[in-house]
Every structure is written in C-alpha cells, then in structure tokens.
C-alpha cells in the first residue's frame, strides 16, 4: 500500500516467476551494482573492482563492456581480459556459449538490462547472465535503477521517456550482494539565470532517481536482513523498516487510522498491515459494523489478515511479533465504571506490546 | 548578482555504516576531483588509521597541522579551527564529524567546529556513520549491544546540503576487516565481535540506505518549497501533525524524546515536550530527580525540541488538558511502570492518559529490547 503498485501484465508476471524459480536453482553468485543515472560512475566502481580481483590472482573476465567508454574506464579495460560481445543482425550480445566454455570464476557484465537482437535463444540479457549462473559462475554486473521493472511508471514520470528495456524485480532481489553506486555529481556553483530553472528540473529529476536507488537496496537489504535472521533462528526483528499493524474491530475510526498509517508509511517508506481477530461469538450488529470496516480497508489497497486466538490482545501480539512490526494502531477502550476494573484487551496491548509502539486512536 | 558579503559554506556528509566502509577514501577521492579543477582546497582532519589506499590519496593536498591540547598530562590532537579560519580555504576536509573534541577545547562537538567553517564560507566535506545519529541511538543499542555516546543531533545532519551514501557489501567489508585493511590485526578480531557482526552490519547497512533516502527526499521537499514554479499548483495540503511528550526524571525519557523526535521528522509533525510539576518549575524536586528532568528537558531543546514545564498538581490531566487546549494530535509516553490489576484505579500517569484522552491519539513508546544470539 505503501508503493502505488501498477498490476502487472501476465507476461510481467511469468517473468517475475521464472526469475524467482531461477534464483533458487542457480550455482554462481550474483552481485550488482545499482546506480541511478549514467554518468555516477558505476562502470568504474566494478571494473576496479575486477582490477582488484585480478590483482588477487583470481580468474575474472569481463563478458559485457558499453558501447561507449569514458578514458578512464578503458584505462581500466586495457588491463583486463574482455571476451568481445558478439555481432548479431541488429544488435550485440554477450557471447554466453564463449563466455560458458572459458568458464572463468567471475564474469564482469556491464549494464544488465539490455535487450537481445532478435533470433537469439534469450530475449534479453539478464537471462544471459542466469545462463552464466546456472553454469556456475559468478556474475558481477551493473544496472541503472532506471531499468528497475516495478518502477517502470514511476521513472517514466520522472524522467518522461519511455522506457523499453526492464529487469524483472525479482531477478534484482535475488542478487546475493548488492551495492548502490551514490555519487551526486559536483554541481557547479553558478548557472545564469536561463539554465537555472532547467538545472533545478534536472537535480529534482536525479534526486528522485537517487532516492529509488537508495529504496530499492535497501529493500534489497531488508530482505537479506531477515533471511539471516531466520538462518540463524534469531526470533528479534530490529525495525529497521517500519511496519504497521492496524487493528480492526467493529467501533474501530478505520478512516483515520488507515489514513494516519499511510502517512506514517509514506514518510518512513514502511508498510501498512490490517488484521483483525475472528470473534466466535458477534453479534450480527458488530459483524456488519465489522465487515464495513474491512470493506474500506479493502478499497483502500490494504492486505487484510485474519487472526484466530482466545485471547485477541495476544494473537495481535504473536502476529505482531512474527512480522516485525514496529507500530501497533489500536482503538480506544469503550469501557468505562465498573468495567474498568477488569484489564481490557487495550490494557493488555500497552503492557506486553514490547518492541513496537502502540498508538491509541478515539473511535 | 548582489550576493551578501559571506556566504554560507556548503556542507557534505559521506555516510557510511562501518568503519573501513571507504567513507574517508571517497571524501579525498572528491578533493582531488576538486583540486584537479582548480579548487582551493585544504585537509583540516583526516585520521589515517594506517590505511594505504587511504594515505595514498591524501597526496599532493594540503593539509592543516593540528593543534596540541594537554588534558590530565596527556597531549591529544585536534584539528585546529583557527588555523583553518586563518587561511580561509574554499573547501575543507573534516574526517569523522561525530568526534568529541578533548575537555579543554575551545568546543566541545567536532560538529560545531565545522558550524564555524561553514559561517565563514568554507565549503565543508565530512564523514560520518549512521550509528552516530542521535535518533537512532536506541536502535543501534539493540541492534549491536553498543550505546554509542559520539552522537549528532538529527538537525545538523538535515541542515547539510548533501548526503551522499558510501556503500559496501557487508561482505566485501568483512573481507577487508580480514585481510588487515581496516585495522591491525588484534583490533580487527575484536570488532568482528560486536559492531562487525554480520546481522550486526546488514541492519546498520540497511538504515544508512534509508536514512540516505530520506535525506535526499527531505532536501527534495525544501527546494520544492523554495522553486515553486510559477503556474503550478500547491501539492494539498496534508493533516498537520502535532506531537507531544511527556518527560519526566524517568531514564526511559530520552528513548522517548529520540523516537518522538524521528517519527515528527519523518512524518513532517511538531514537537514538543513537557514536564508537570505543581510548582511550575523544578523546584520542589528533590536534587537527584530535578538533575534528571533538566538533563532529559536539556537534551530534549539540543534536538531542536521546544519544551516546558507545566503547572499542574495533577500530572494526567493536566497534560491532557494541555494537549486538549494546543491542538495535539498524539500524546507520547513511555509504557506504565507495571501491570496493575485494577486498572481503573491506576495512579500511573501513562495509564491514566489513556483512560482520559479518550478524543486524543496516544502513543505508548516500546523500550528497545535486546535478545542475546
């Protein structure tokens, strides 16, 4: 809910499936290296990273060179061995069977996101790069955030070109390393006054770009993040993403509270779970209240999860618990008098809600 | 153009989440860039840590010698501000922005030193990581088991014209650590014991990376402020936000004020704080409790808090009555001291807020717990 999410088209989607099924199957190490524009020197980054390697004594090649090269880069290249891109009627691509039969321990691609000329067996060229894998070598590769397939629309209103050749998110995700290539560049510090307003439209257009690149790692990372803290059965989430949880029950203010989480996941770049606790015994009153409730979270684009528990307090807790959630939204207590004698559900939620923040919406 | 007599410096940070991350190795990377483009530019810090790569690039630039400051019989270096002042370059190299300058320096925070470069008109370059940033200080406690006390007022950070993130895998950073790059060999085998644990630096990693984000979305939003183009509409208006805490001589109060302060920043809210007292003032508390409250009050106004002391016999209701009469959207407290069977007859403010303020939006703050791996 956080992202404004397009519905993928059916190819994008077998696309996303092939590209996960393939991450799991595969032998070699993918690392990438996410820039946001051309020009922030991410070619650089991970050559130099191939003259390091090489340098070490390991096996490196580089599979996949751009079209054009800045000096230094083809400094860089010059000490390299580069197996050439092979010439196709329309196009260039990486020569997988050449690249698969020197079989090096690591292969140095230089922008993944490039579609094939037609007539090859893979129509682009991060399913060369998976054919690399699968045969077990190791790809370092580079990619502009631009090329980033979920964020297709987004950049092409922020950059108002279309754009025609994409990565499949998942693919990205799948990387085992990932590194952001940040480098804002040096601005100089006096324009006149016609370029002025078209530098302030270009430094909007690169910040935007930066800060997708910087969400897209650290999604990335998260992701890693959680991975290693299963591996190793580490049960603590650290909220390094915030993630809430809003509770619905039949008298709940759902408007504001969705609202109020929206804003607070837009600012932090979270997300917004809802779930509410199936009552065995409700009253067809408080179903109806209930089910209007969930039909607004619904429209509004939330995942809805359904909790069962004797206890409601503690079965929002455990689930709490076990998705790292960082902020609990919960209603106010209608108690009152006597009532308030005995702990209600709230009560129990401020006590034992450890590790996240409960907020308390009137209703 | 008529420009004022001294223009503000620029200032850069290099975030990073680790030592050895490359922060230092960028920062001199840019000032031989701007060197090489006829910039005048000086080294007023840089802390070599014995690296190679990183000496190597410091080549061919200026550097301003630093001062001797004894303290308790010992010399210690700092940089020296007034030479630096003195020879008023156009950029100046300030490695590890968080530094706490020895008792006995002009300034206490390396920070406010680079705060007089930057009112002179030097461009400042700076590193720093993200384990230092004031907010996030519980966060990282969790996370790593380490209370970091370098720390940097969130404000300062934001005040900075550009943050530029320096990444690593951590990985690649791992391999550095034992290969000898960062530190000699004994330091590094006990570093890989806390800070440089691999869950450890994925966390870290990860809220640099959104931290970086949000820098640059949060500068986004004050150019957009400043340029609105003739033409265009006003983006709608949003709910405006308005948070306050209540602090008390309780410890727990800075981990409040820090994650009230973060959530108002990155929402776009206000803040501020208060205390209840009957007499209005921290006066009638006795000394270990008032020493308490003025500490949490202090700290609260260093993040750029407003706060106050309310007058109020009855602590609940008076800040209640308070948030009612101010606008507040959302109260924070920190969780009731203990479970308590009669819940309606609860003396705990926190408790009771909640059973009052039942219009109002209250926020019950987690403590950061720690589960030993």
């Not at chain 2, 014991?193 to 820098?215: C, D, G, I, P, W």
């Amino acid at each position: 809910m956080a992202h404004e999410l397009r519905r993928k088209t059916p190819e994008e989607c077998m696309l996303e499936v092939q590209a996960e099924e393939a991450a799991l199957a595969r032998k070699g190490h993918l690392k990438i290296f996410l820039g946001y524009a051309s020009g922030v020197g991410k070619s650089y980054r991970m050559l130099d990273e191939a003259r390091r390697r090489r340098e070490r004594g390991q096996d490196v090649v580089v599979g996949a060179i751009q079209p054009q090269v800045p000096h230094e880069v083809e400094a860089l290249l010059r000490k390299l061995e580069v197996i050439p891109l092979k010439n196709v009627a329309g196009g260039t691509a990486i020569d997988v069977d050449a690249v698969i039969r020197r079989h090096p321990a690591v292969c140095f691609v230089d922008g993944l996101a490039y579609n094939n000329p037609p007539g090859l067996r893979n129509p682009t060229r991060w399913q060369d790069v998976q054919e690399l894998l699968a045969a077990g070598i190791k790809v370092i590769a580079s990619i502009n955030v631009q090329y980033v397939a979920e964020l297709k629309d987004r950049i092409e209103a922020i950059t108002g070109k279309r754009i025609t050749e994409t990565v499949p998110t998942s693919f990205i995700k799948s990387a085992d390393e990932i590194e952001v290539v940040d480098a804002p560049p040096i601005e100089p510090t006096e324009w006149s006054l016609e370029e002025e307003a078209e530098t302030l439209r270009r430094k909007e257009r690169i910040a935007k770009l930066r800060e997708l690149a910087l969400l897209v790692a650290a999604d990335v990372v998260d992701h890693q993040l959680n991975e290693y803290l299963e591996c190793h059965g580490i049960r603590q989430h650290f909220g390094t993403y915030e993630r809430i949880l809003v509770c619905v029950t039949p008298r709940a203010n759902i408007q504001e509270m969705l609202e109020e989480a929206q804003a607070v996941a837009e600012g932090f770049h979270g997300e917004v779970i809802v779930a509410y606790v199936k009552q065995p015994e409700i009253s067809s009153e408080n179903q109806s209240a209930l089910d209007a409730r969930l039909a607004v979270a619904s429209a509004a684009g939330a995942r809805i999860e359904i909790l069962e528990g004797e206890d409601p307090a503690h079965a929002l807790l455990d689930f709490a618990r076990s998705r790292g959630i960082t902020q609990l939204f919960v209603g106010h207590s209608q108690r009152g008098g006597l009532a308030r004698l005995r702990a209600s559900p709230l009560d129990k939620l401020i006590w034992e809600g450890h590790g996240m923040d409960v907020r308390v919406f009137p209703q | 153009m008529n420009m004022p007599e001294t223009q503000r410096g620029k200032l850069k940070i290099f975030m990073g989440y680790a030592a050895g991350v490359g922060k230092t190795y960028k920062m001199l990377e840019e000032a031989q860039q701007l060197k090489a483009a006829g910039v005048d530019v000086v080294v007023g810090y840089f802390e070599p840590h014995g690296r190679r790569e990183t000496i190597a690039k410091t080549e061919g630039l200026e550097i301003i010698p630093r001062q001797k400051v004894e303290y308790r019989g010992s010399v210690f270096e700092e940089m020296d501000t007034s030479a630096i002042l003195a020879r008023h370059p156009r950029t100046c190299l300030v490695d590890e922005f968080p530094h706490t300058n020895v008792p006995g320096s002009e300034r206490s925070k390396r920070w406010e030193d680079v705060e007089l470069l930057l009112a002179a008109g030097t461009d400042v370059l700076t590193t720093m990581n993200i384990q230092h940033l004031e907010s996030l200080n519980d966060q990282v406690w969790q996370i790593s088991g380490i209370r970091v006390r370098e720390t940097i007022p969130d404000w300062v950070v934001q005040q900075a014209d550009e943050v530029v993130m320096v990444d690593l895998t951590p990985r690649a950073l791992l391999h550095r650590l034992q290969r000898g790059v960062v530190y000699e060999r004994q330091k590094a085998n006990s570093a890989l014991k806390n800070f440089f644990r691999e869950s450890t630096l994925v966390a870290l990693r990860e809220m640099a990376l959104r931290q970086a984000a949000h820098e640059v979305e949060h500068r986004m939003m004050t150019d957009e402020r400043q340029f609105v183009p003739a033409g265009t509409a006003p983006a709608s208006p949003r709910k405006h936000h308005r948070i306050l805490v209540l602090v008390s001589p309780n410890p727990k109060s800075a981990m409040l004020i820090r994650r009230a302060k973060r959530v108002s920043d990155f929402i776009g809210a206000e803040c501020f704080a208060v205390a209840v007292e009957p007499s209005g003032d921290l006066s009638g508390l006795p000394q270990p409790e008032r020493e308490s409250l003025e500490q949490h009050l202090n700290f609260a106004r260093n993040l750029h808090i407003e706060t106050r002391v309310l007058e109020g016999d009855d602590v609940a209701s008076t800040v209640v009555d308070f948030g009612r009469r101010n606008q507040v959207t959302q109260i924070y407290l920190t969780r009731p001291a203990a479970r308590t069977w009669l819940p309606g007859l609860s003396r705990d403010p926190a408790q009771r807020i909640v059973g009052m303020a039942k219009d109002m939006q209250i926020v019950i703050v987690s403590d950061r717990e720690r589960v030993n791996e």
